[in-house]
């Protein structure tokens, strides 16, 4: 079901002039829970399209000393290019998927964030389809888990939503900040006209501490490309204005019975449970491979 972001109530760009030059269009996923979304379409968790001549991969991290053998990895999201046409794919390929590692207690940074897997390809190319159901327990795998249950996503399905949007205040440059009086900082966080801190592609990273936008191997900064937060809305008791207002109704449901399983397919769709992390995704497309990181904060 489509689903509609309330625009802010005032007009940032009247009121900071040159704020136009930083908004950036992120693109919202909605992740909706769905048992039967397709194989070969955009969508978070569940099966994947997969060439039949690739074994589904596994995590051969050496730091895994206590799996009894290599995890499977998780799948985590899957994009069309169709879908997403203002999104930079990598040359000659039109889908990209997004698998990590989901037991991370004992080979990780030092926050524990799940190893990241990119695959950029051509769907044309898939001739022959692998059929497997990549698993949702890791009892064979490792008997103390901490992360693994919380790692794989609840199989959504999406519906995209474009959404105008300005960086965290405190990461305006210094030409827009500097003039600002102490009170529109004040109105800016109110309303609401920062980053988008649900499920998206670009736009800008709703930074919940400093600017950790990472560099590549080969020295290049790397470009944002995905946010995966735990839960959708963060501020269910201020001005609300992230939340959509077909699911305004599951914050009333939240703070009367937290359990509820239709108020948590809306506010916690994936089932991601990070402890209130955020899961930031960064591609280098300076490098050949387009490789991807994973920073988080909290």
Partial sequence: MPKSTEPAKINIETMIPGIASQAKVAIRLHPTPC?????????????????????????????HEYATKPP???PVVQLRAADFPEVEF???????????????EDACDELMAPAPFAFWRSL???????????????????????LFQQCIPQPCAISPERVREYPVISMLP???????????????QQEEVGPCPATKIGGHPYWIQNDDTPTCDCGAKMDFLLQLPDWEYTNMDAYQRWIPLEDRWAVNAYHSDRTQEAMLDVLKPMRFDFNHFTKYVFVCRACESWPVKLIEQH
């Fill in 35 to 63: 048992d039967n979304v397709p194989e070969d379409v955009s969508k978070i968790g569940g099966r994947f399209v997969w060439p039949k001549a690739e074994a589904w991969p596994q995590c051969h991290d050496s730091r």
């Fill in 124 to 146: 044309d190319d898939i001739v022959e389809r692998l059929d497997f159901e990549p698993p949702t327990d890791a009892s064979d795998v490792i008997e103390s888990y901490l």
């Fill in 72 to 74: 499977i990895l998780a």
């Fill in 174 to 188: 210094d030409e827009l900040l500097d003039p600002l009086p102490e009170e529109m900082w004040d109105t800016y």
């Fill in 90 to 104: 990598r040359p000659g390929s039109d889908l990209f998927q997004l698998l990590w590692c989901p037991v991370t």
